[in-house]
């Protein structure tokens, strides 16, 4: 669904720090649309993001978070040439996983 997730990874050699824009709606379920009518909830409920098979990142969401959201965390390990894979599920049953390299 959608665009590519903007991922970017760099490595300090101790650290990876992991940037994410991930391109999604994320609608409440609480607006109208033109008409009156109410706008269906359509929000990421899911995010993962993995390294060398290894969770790094697990969050739940709901419809308090924005669209189009950007995510930024760091973790212990990962070197350059190494991939952090990012994946996503809402609550539509749509998915997404995009991955990188590490810089």
């Given at each position: ?65 924005s669209a189009n959201p950007f995510?930024?965390f760091r973790f212990r390990g ?26």
């Amino acid at each position: 669904m959608g665009n590519p997730m903007k991922i970017r990874a760099r490595s300090d050699g101790e650290n990876t720090e992991v940037k994410v824009l991930v391109s999604h709606p994320m609608e409440t379920g609480q607006r109208r649309n033109e008409r009156g009518e109410p706008i269906a909830a359509h929000f990421i409920q899911r995010i993962t993001v993995t390294h060398g098979g290894r969770v790094v990142l697990a969050a739940q969401w709901g419809t308090a978070v924005s669209a189009n959201p950007f995510v930024s965390f760091r973790f212990r390990g990962g070197v350059r040439g190494e991939t952090v894979e990012v994946a996503w599920q809402d609550n539509r049953g749509d998915s997404r996983t995009d991955a990188a390299l590490i810089s």
